[in-house]
């Protein structure tokens, strides 16, 4: 996989490369080849760089979450029987850079959630400690297919540099900790953007939304869909900002191999996360 995730960079590196020269070529460029390789040709132009930068607060809670053994018949829910933390505020931040149809994406997510519960309910009997992480570096790209008039629409492909990871630690009466992880490969997805924003403004302020959508290729399966829509303010020669509102839910299903009981089995976690979130972003 990883082999594979290096052919993608490779690949949109290439892209990248073909859209710095095709996007430099004019028609009449095309017609005559006596400035098609000379950089310094009046024919000659980079296509436009672009950067972006976002900041996101988000109210994210569970939406529901299983932990199941299935050669067992065990089945735990995530928020009544191991007490998981059912909302938390999380600050999500975003640097996007675009040449012509080409954007590399660097997004840092944070989604970690705690809880605890005793499982039985009976005293001096286990303590269950468990956490979610779904937190890092998450690396993407996005090729327009349609671009212009203020709309921007295509496909995306994202790379998760960390591994999700379940635990359940178990305290016993007498303080000796024991525990499960439940785990699985960084996940590589799919998906499509459209951002459009409105050509026609009020005072320079114009009306702004987005929809973004990505399936599972590789690794643990992470379906994640978003909206959201705001007002993008007069630009400057400093850029301008835009502040938007949205909702955004994620899916996360993976498996792993665990001993139970001394005994090797395979357990099975799946949780979906929703949240709303306010949003500023800074176009330059």
Same mark, same amino acid.
């Given at each position: 996989?990883?082999? %594979?995730?290096?052919?993608?960079?490779?690949?949109?590196?290439?892209?990248?490369?073909?859209?710095?020269?095709?996007?430099?070529?004019?028609?009449?460029?095309?017609?005559?080849?006596?400035?098609?390789?000379? $950089?310094?040709?009046?024919?000659?132009?980079?296509?436009?760089?672009?950067? *972006?930068?976002?900041?996101?607060?988000?109210?994210?809670?569970?939406?529901?979450?299983?932990? !199941? $053994?299935?050669?067992?018949?065990?089945?735990?829910? %995530?928020?009544?029987?191991?007490? %998981?933390?059912?909302?938390?505020?999380?600050?999500?931040?975003?640097?996007?850079?675009?040449?012509?149809?080409?954007?590399?994406?660097?997004?840092?997510?944070? !989604?970690?959630?705690?809880?605890?519960?005793?499982?039985?309910?009976?005293?001096?009997?286990?303590?269950?400690?468990?956490?979610?992480?779904?937190?890092?570096?998450?690396?993407?790209?996005?090729?327009?297919?349609?671009?212009?008039?203020?709309? !921007?629409?295509?496909?995306? $492909?994202?790379?998760?540099?960390?591994?999700?990871?379940?635990?359940?630690?178990?305290?016993?009466?007498?303080?000796?900790?024991?525990?499960?992880?439940?785990?699985?490969?960084?996940?590589?997805?799919?998906?499509?953007?459209?951002?459009?924003?409105?050509?026609?403004?009020?005072?320079?302020?114009?009306?702004?939304? =987005?929809? !973004?959508?990505?399936?599972?290729?590789?690794?643990?399966?992470?379906? *994640?869909?978003?909206?959201?829509?705001?007002?993008?303010?007069?630009?400057?020669?400093?850029?301008?900002?835009?502040?938007?509102?949205?909702?955004?839910?994620?899916?996360? =299903?993976?498996?792993?191999?665990?001993?139970?009981?001394?005994?090797?089995?395979?357990?099975?976690?799946?949780?979906?996360?929703?949240?709303?979130?306010?949003?500023? $972003?800074?176009?330059?």
């Amino acid at each position: 996989m990883l082999k %594979l995730f290096h052919s993608g960079c490779l690949a949109v590196v290439l892209a990248l490369a073909m859209q710095l020269y095709c996007g430099g070529m004019t028609t009449a460029a095309a017609q005559g080849f006596a400035g098609l390789f000379d $950089v310094f040709s009046p024919l000659y132009t980079l296509p436009p760089l672009h950067s *972006e930068t976002r900041v996101t607060p988000i109210w994210t809670w569970l939406i529901d979450g299983k932990a !199941r $053994v299935p050669s067992l018949g065990l089945s735990w829910d %995530l928020r009544k029987d191991m007490g %998981l933390s059912k909302s938390t505020l999380f600050l999500d931040t975003m640097v996007r850079i675009q040449v012509g149809r080409i954007s590399l994406r660097f997004i840092y997510n944070v !989604r970690d959630f705690k809880g605890s519960s005793d499982f039985f309910a009976v005293q001096d009997r286990p303590i269950g400690e468990t956490r979610l992480d779904y937190s890092g570096w998450r690396f993407g790209s996005d090729v327009d297919l349609i671009q212009g008039n203020g709309l !921007r629409l295509g496909a995306n $492909v994202d790379y998760d540099v960390f591994q999700p990871s379940f635990t359940a630690t178990f305290v016993e009466a007498d303080l000796v900790a024991r525990g499960k992880k439940l785990t699985d490969a960084s996940p590589m997805t799919v998906g499509f953007h459209v951002v459009l924003t409105s050509p026609v403004n009020l005072y320079g302020v114009a009306g702004t939304c =987005e929809a !973004r959508a990505r399936w599972p290729v590789l690794g643990a399966h992470v379906t *994640e869909w978003e909206l959201c829509g705001g007002l993008r303010l007069p630009e400057s020669i400093w850029g301008t900002v835009a502040l938007r509102t949205g909702y955004r839910r994620m899916s996360l =299903e993976f498996k792993d191999r665990i001993l139970y009981n001394g005994n090797p089995a395979s357990a099975e976690f799946e949780v979906a996360v929703g949240g709303w979130f306010g949003e500023m $972003v800074y176009y330059y």
